[in-house]
RNA sequence: GGGCGAGUAGCUCAAUCGGAUAGAGCACCGGCCUUCUAAGCCGGGGGUUGUGGGUUCGAUUCCCGCCUCGCCCA
């Protein structure tokens, strides 16, 4: 709506600068004035064609806006300052074409998209990064369907690398545990309803320290290490049942945590298969026959396959070996981790010639979860086959990422590199007064700094279940003071919502390449902008419409045949037509948060909406309004703001309780 | 040594393709619950946008140098 308002006044420049001075733009620049007086849009147009017109920009605009024919939607022009254009928008008409259409158009271009994120190494519990992985990437899946795009969701299980054979080096030679007694100790956890994540939080951490523990043992204890690695790739062996058990069984409580905020996977891709399966060999054809890895010969990759870098020359000019390039294969026969994953995204996009077998891993409400397997069911849904493909993945694997970019161009790919997209991001970090409240030993140094990164091999961080129990149990307290009238199921539920809300509004209003400094007092805050106060916002629509005994369907179709000029502009109507403009904007939003890959943009206009509707709910009492036509836009308004804010949080992954 | 990112109010962050008076939240100070929910609202103070140059009618934004911090690669 907003946007084609934009196209029409743009069309209308354009029409303007050819008959007036037979001109092509490139751009017709359009912003937001700084004041809403001074009109819906702005264009400095004027200023750009000064020299090439050699002509005042304010002269320019008077032309201008002088030859500007009516253009649909607008009640007219005027320059302003040095030489902006300011366009009024027909407030009427644009109202009442606001409170119908409240559609998403179409894409312009409908991709099979597939979003991979989450990703944690099974042999821990999740902590607060990994919810930040989560829920861009679950708000991003959100935000490419409700535009209409297919998009399969994969959270990729790295079973068989060393931070699963860590925990199993713990359990095996730290605790003495056999198959047998893991498979006694996992069933001891279950019944007695500990969380095995947790479990190898700390084991994991002990491992870390029992590696470097004794300077005589180093050696030894690295060899244990690469030893039972290797046991855990090549299978069909103890070693590998035990990582086989305890990934599985860390990554259901992955799947649960991850459920609490609402994110559901549609696959769950295993390394483990893609050994067994031999993606690699597939992939490692392509790649020799297509002189994308060459064999070094000289130097110190001598008898590695390696690849030239993203970025750097074609050969080295001296002729020598090119000693920056990326080793795939090192000269020992592994394959490194980026050879693997770009086996991996050869599959991700249909290239390989070979897939996965597959199973169903675990049970949503209304749907099944699948997980990779060497055999699986004849009927599953068919998997991989991308067009565009992201990949959510903390700003420290850009490199690697570029990598498998590389790689795919390399081999002639060039369509699947350009929808290759790394959505990347910072990492949560903890404020050194949140490590020391959590009694970490915090370094001197250290304390000085504004935030310390989380290191899940020292045991270093927030696990994500904690912040959530934490934050409901700070909501459940709020909601049972306020609202004793509920019943236990209601308390629980809306205590749940609003933990939920601040949770992933915590996540998301920050910008990608922002570190999160966490701390509890921010991140347990549900004042200011957090999600509380998104659901508050909608908490009061709601009531309105409760007493008001109508629905705001029904009042936006209230709207029908009302002259409502009188209403939308003057003295008396302050902060009603700023509460439309910001709803137009749902949609402009939504496109630009997916071509940037930026959720953060949704959440700041969500925010801004509920600040617009706090006023307008300040400056207008709806209920006790005795004009009727006038009644009937304040009613609308705040169904236009119900509507709007309903969606933005949805596709936030927020929802809003009927009571808070 | 090379690459990427960052430096904006006391703190945490915004700022669309280079546009009008650099905006929010928190914290602080002062007000507002007898009209639709105060998890709210209103008002106030608070800025040499790290630094030095350049391009431009116009720079937080683009270019170059320098400083500081973080990450990645060797």
């Known amino acids: 709506m907003y946007l084609n308002q934009q196209k029409q006044l743009e069309a209308g420049l354009r029409e303007a600068l050819r008959s007036l001075y037979q001109i092509e733009v490139d751009t017709v620049v359009l912003e937001q004035p700084p004041e809403l007086a001074f009109g819906e849009y702005a264009t400095p147009l004027a200023f750009e064609l000064a020299r090439r017109l050699r002509k005042a920009p304010r002269k320019i605009a008077e032309e201008i806006v002088a030859a500007l024919g009516p253009v649909p939607g607008f009640a007219g022009f005027e320059v302003a300052g040095g030489g902006y254009i300011n366009a009024r928008l027909d407030r009427a008409a644009a109202v009442e074409s606001y409170a119908m259409s409240g559609d998403v158009p179409p ?355 927030v696990k994500a279940d904690d912040l959530i129990d934490k934050l409901i149990a700070a909501t459940r307290a709020e909601v049972d003071s306020r609202h004793p009238e509920l019943s236990e199921a209601e308390r629980d539920a809306t205590a749940r919502a609003i933990a939920v809300g601040a949770l992933r509004y915590f996540m998301l209003r920050f910008t990608r390449n922002s570190v999160i400094a966490f701390d509890f007092k921010d991140a347990l805050s549900f004042e200011g902008e957090t999600g509380p106060y998104l659901q508050y916002a909608v908490v009061r629509t709601r009531s309105i419409f409760r007493k008001a005994g109508t629905t705001p369907e029904a009042a936006l179709a209230g709207l029908r045949g009302l002259d409502l000029a009188p209403y939308l502009s003057g003295p008396g109507t302050e902060g009603i037509w700023d509460v439309w403009l910001r709803t137009a904007k749902t949609t402009l939003l939504l496109d630009q948060c997916i071509q940037t890959a930026e959720p953060a943009y949704l959440a700041k206009h969500a925010f801004q909406l509920a600040q617009d509707f706090s006023n307008f709910y300040r400056l207008h009492h709806i209920l006790s309004e005795e004009d009727p036509a006038r009644k009937a836009l304040l009613l609308a308004t705040a169904a236009v703001t119900h509507r709007e804010l309903i969606r933005s949080l949805a596709w936030l992954g927020i929802s809003a309780p009927e009571v808070m």
């Open 107 to 461: 894409p312009r271009q409908r991709l099979h998209e597939l979003v991979e994120h989450t990703s944690i190494n099974p042999n821990k519990a999740a902590h607060v990064g990994h919810l930040r992985n989560a829920i861009l990437g679950d708000t991003f899946v959100r935000l490419l369907r409700a535009a209409g795009h297919q998009v399969d969701v994969q959270n990729y299980i790295d079973n068989t690398g060393v931070q699963v054979a860590d925990v199993v080096v713990g359990l095996m030679h730290l605790e003495g545990l056999t198959l047998r007694g893991v498979e006694e100790w996992v069933a001891e956890l279950a019944a007695t309803g500990e969380r095995i994540d947790y479990a190898c939080w700390d084991l994991y951490a002990r491992v870390s320290l029992w590696y470097a523990g004794d300077p005589d043992q180093t050696e030894a204890r690295k060899k244990i290490r690469l030893d039972t690695l290797h046991a855990i790739e090549a299978g069909g062996n103890d070693v590998a049942r035990i990582a086989e058990l305890i990934s599985t069984a860390i990554l259901r409580r992955h799947l649960e945590t991850m459920l609490r905020l609402g994110i559901e996977y549609d696959l769950l891709p295993r390394e483990s298969e893609i050994l067994h399966l031999h993606f690699w060999d597939l992939a490692f054809e392509q790649l020799k026959a297509k002189g994308v890895l060459y064999f070094e010969t000289e130097g110190k990759n001598k008898g590695c396959w390696v690849m030239k870098r993203p970025g750097t020359a074609e050969t080295e000019p001296d002729g020598g070996p090119d000693e920056d390039a990326k080793v795939i294969v090192r000269s020992n026969g592994t394959v490194t981790y980026v050879g693997k994953d770009i086996a991996y995204h050869l599959w991700k996009f249909g290239l390989l010639g070979r897939d996965f077998a597959y199973r169903p891993f675990f049970r949503y409400a209304d749907r099944e979860c699948w997980i990779s397997a060497e055999t699986g069911e004849a009927n599953h849904p068919h998997f991989g086959g991308a067009q565009a493909i992201y990949n959510v993945i903390d700003s420290r694997q850009a490199d690697p990422q570029a990598n498998v970019i590389e790689a795919l161009r390399g081999l002639g790919y060039t369509e699947q590199a350009a929808h290759y997209t790394h959505f990347s991001y910072e990492m949560v970090a903890l404020t050194p007064r949140c490590a020391m409240e959590l009694g970490y030993e915090v370094a001197p140094e250290d304390q000085a700094r504004p935030y310390i990164e989380v290191s899940g091999r020292k045991g270093f961080g």
